[in-house]
C-alpha cells in the first residue's frame, strides 16, 4: 500500500526547501502544542508549557522544616529539658511541694518540658552551691540520667552559687527570678510592656555579668595620643558592659517615665470626670481577664498559662443601677514575685493604687489559694494600696471543693463566689461592686430648666440618680452628686427645699 501526498503537502515541501528558517521558526511554535502518542508516550512525567519548564521547581522531600506549623512550635518549645531543684526551709513538706509544682507550672510556660524534680530539707540555703557540693554531686547524676540540659531553682541566687553550681552540674543553670523574666519578655507585647521588661532584665543581669577569655582583657588607658602615653590599666571588657548596661537602663527609665505621664494623663481625665475605677488584682492564672470579658465583654486575651496578660486593659462598665466606672485587668502576681519586676512595673501596678476598689480574684480550685492571697496582698503593700477597699473574687467556684469554698467564705469577710466560665454569681458579684463604690457626697433636689440639660446629663454620668420627673416648669431631678457638681444646681433648688 503506497502513501500519496496531498497538494498542501506538496506545497509545504516546496516552501520548506526555499525557506528553511521559516520552517524552524513554526518547529519551535508547534513544540508547545503538537503532540503524539508514538513520541511523547515515552516521556516521563507531565508536559509543561515553556514558562513552566524554565521554571523553578521544588525537589519534594529534601526539606528539614516540618510542614505543619504547630508542630514546628512544639518543637521549639521542646528545645530544653530541665530538672527542678528547691531546698525547703519553712512550712511543711506539701507547701515545698507545691513551690516546686508552681515552678515546673512557670517552666512549661516558658517552653521547657519537664524531666524531673527534687528538693532538700535545709536551715537555709548554702552559701556556695545552693544544695551543698554533696547534693549538687547527686543532682549532676540526676541530670545526666535525665538527659537535661537545665536546671532551674527554685529561689534567687547569687552570682556566686550560680557559677559554683554550674561547675558541680555541668549544665546550665537558671533561677527563679530568670524564668519569670523570660517569660514575661515572651509575653510583653505594648511598648511600654516590652520597656518595663527590659529594664528588669537589665537590673537582673547587671551584678550577674561573667567574663570569659578575651573578655577579661584590658582597654588601652587615658593620656595623650594614646601607646606608650597611657596613665593607668585602662578598664576591663567586662567593666565596659557594665558601664553600657547603666546607660541603657537610664534611657528605659526616662522612657518608662515619658509613658508613665500618658498613663498618668488618662487618669487625671477619670477623676475631673468624676468616674470611679475598679483595678482587677490577683494571683496569676487566677482568672482575671475572663473574669474582665464575662463584665464587659472586653475580648481579652484568655490562656491557660500563667503571666499570660501582661499589658493593663481598662474598659468602662456600668453598674446595675446605672453608675459608669472602669475596670482595669493588671499584670498576675506569684509568690516570690521578683523586687526588679515590682520595681518596672511600678507605673503598671499604680493602677492598683490609684483606684477606688480593688476586686482581688483567688483561684478557687488551687490546692492552697490562702497562700495566693498572701501573696497578692504582700505586693498590694509593695504598690502602697492598702488604704483601698477590697472585695475576694473566689474565681472557679464550678470546679473548687465546696469546702474549700466555705472556709474561705467564712474566712474573708467581703468575699463573694463566682465563675467567670459559666456565669455563676456574676450579678451578685455587680450588684457588690455597685455597693461599695463610693457614693457622691452630697444629696440635693432641684427643678432644672429644659434650656439646662446639660446639668441632667452630668448628674446621670458623674453621680446618682435617685428620682427623676418631668413637669412644665422643668426637670425635678433628685440625686446624689459630687461637692462641684452640687454647687451648679444650687441656683435651682426649690426655696422649700433650700
Keep these: 500500500m503506497t502513501s500519496s501526498s496531498s497538494p498542501s503537502q506538496a506545497a509545504q515541501s516546496a516552501f520548506a526547501q526555499n525557506n528553511p528558517e521559516g520552517l524552524r521558526a513554526d518547529a519551535l511554535m508547534e513544540e508547545d502544542v503538537a503532540w503524539s502518542f508514538e513520541i511523547d508516550g515515552e516521556r516521563d512525567g507531565d508536559q509543561f508549557d515553556r514558562s513552566e519548564r524554565a521554571a523553578l521547581r521544588r525537589v519534594a522531600g529534601l526539606s528539614t522544616e516540618l510542614e505543619d506549623v504547630t508542630e514546628v512550635e512544639y518543637r521549639q518549645l521542646r528545645l530544653e529539658r530541665v530538672v527542678l531543684v528547691g531546698v525547703w526551709t519553712t512550712g511543711t513538706a506539701r507547701d515545698a511541694e507545691n513551690s516546686l509544682a508552681e515552678l515546673a507550672a512557670l517552666a512549661e510556660t516558658a517552653g521547657a518540658l519537664v524531666l524531673d524534680a527534687v528538693f532538700q530539707r535545709r536551715d537555709k540555703p548554702d552559701a556556695a552551691t545552693y544544695i551543698g557540693s554533696g547534693k549538687a554531686n547527686e543532682l549532676r547524676d540526676i541530670v545526666l540520667d535525665a538527659g537535661a540540659d537545665t536546671v532551674i531553682c527554685d529561689g534567687e541566687l547569687s552570682p556566686g552559687q550560680l557559677i559554683h553550681l554550674e561547675d558541680v552540674v555541668k549544665v546550665k543553670v537558671i533561677d527563679r527570678t530568670a524564668l519569670i523574666l523570660d517569660i514575661f519578655a515572651q509575653h510583653a507585647k505594648s511598648r511600654e510592656g516590652k520597656a518595663q521588661v527590659a529594664l528588669a532584665q537589665m537590673q537582673y543581669m547587671l551584678p550577674r555579668l561573667r567574663g570569659w577569655g578575651q573578655s577579661l582583657s584590658r582597654q588601652m588607658g587615658g593620656g595623650k595620643g594614646g601607646g606608650l602615653a597611657t596613665r593607668g590599666p585602662g578598664e576591663t571588657k567586662i567593666e565596659t558592659d557594665r558601664r553600657r548596661i547603666r546607660e541603657k537602663m537610664a534611657k528605659m527609665r526616662r522612657e518608662i517615665a515619658e509613658m508613665k505621664t500618658g498613663r498618668e494623663i488618662k487618669r487625671q481625665e477619670r477623676r475631673r470626670n468624676k468616674v470611679p475605677s475598679v483595678a482587677i488584682a490577683g494571683y496569676t492564672n487566677a482568672g482575671k481577664s475572663s473574669l474582665l470579658n464575662r463584665l464587659t465583654g472586653a475580648g481579652v486575651l484568655v490562656e491557660n498559662a500563667l503571666f499570660a496578660t501582661l499589658d493593663p486593659t481598662v474598659r468602662r462598665a456600668e453598674t446595675p443601677s446605672g453608675r459608669l466606672y472602669t475596670l482595669a485587668d493588671t ?38 489559694p490562702e ?92 453621680g446618682e440618680v435617685i428620682s427623676e420627673e418631668h413637669t412644665p416648669e422643668g426637670t ?17 433648688v426649690p426655696a422649700a427645699t433650700a
Design 476 to 492: 425635678l431631678l433628685k440625686a446624689r452628686v459630687h461637692e462641684e457638681l452640687a454647687a451648679d444646681l444650687a441656683p435651682y
Design 371 to 462: 497562700e495566693q492571697l498572701a501573696a497578692v496582698r504582700e505586693v498590694i503593700r509593695d504598690v502602697g494600696a492598702t488604704n483601698v477597699p477590697e472585695i475576694v473574687v473566689i474565681n472557679k467556684a464550678d470546679a473548687a471543693d465546696p469546702l474549700v469554698l466555705q472556709r474561705l467564705l467564712r474566712i474573708e469577710t467581703r468575699s463573694i463566689a463566682v465563675s467567670a466560665r459559666t456565669g455563676q454569681g456574676i450579678e451578685e458579684l455587680l450588684a457588690l461592686i455597685d455597693n461599695e463604690l463610693p457614693r457622691p457626697s452630697v444629696e440635693i433636689e432641684a427643678l432644672v430648666p429644659y434650656t439646662h440639660g446639660k446639668l441632667v446629663a452630668r448628674a446621670h454620668t458623674e
Design 331 to 368: 499584670v498576675g502576681f506569684v509568690r516570690h514575685l521578683p523586687h526588679h519586676l515590682v520595681e518596672a512595673f511600678r507605673s503598671t501596678m499604680e493602677e492598683v493604687g490609684d483606684s477606688d476598689l480593688i476586686v482581688h480574684v483567688v483561684d478557687g480550685s488551687h490546692p492552697a
